[in-house]
Nanobody, 121 residues
């Protein structure tokens, strides 16, 4: 089974920074993409940032220039450096991975449990 374990959430004042980490473990043949989504209170889950195996990145417009996504050396880890945080960034942040477990099988999406990020004004 594949597991995604997140860490790094917490409470920070507006203008501050946080770094989220996510590590994937288990039977993984190929990691196609990893990223972060978030869901604020009463809102739908939205894409924050993703990075592919070829290091192509994609960001939510409102976080461009403030957030940076990167992958670990082992390629089964992903990080999100969040700077200049605002109260609007308050949400539960979910790690995401699209991966292939075995040769000849198609990709499957996995999600972490989520980590709370709260930005106070």
């Amino acid at each position: 089974q594949v597991q995604l374990v997140e860490s790094g959430g917490g409470l920070v004042q507006a203008g501050g920074s946080l770094r989220l980490s996510c590590a994937a473990s288990g039977s993984i043949f190929r990691m196609d993409a990893m990223g972060w989504y978030r869901q604020g209170p009463g809102e739908q889950r939205e894409l924050v940032a993703t990075i592919t195996s070829g290091d192509i990145t994609n960001y939510l417009d409102s976080v461009k220039g403030r957030f940076t996504i990167s992958r670990g050396n082992a390629k089964n880890a992903v990080y999100l450096q969040m700077n200049s945080l605002t109260p609007e960034d308050t949400a539960v942040y979910y790690c995401y991975a699209r991966l292939v477990k075995k040769l000849g099988y198609g990709p499957i999406d996995y999600w972490g449990q989520g980590t709370q990020v709260t930005v106070s004004s």
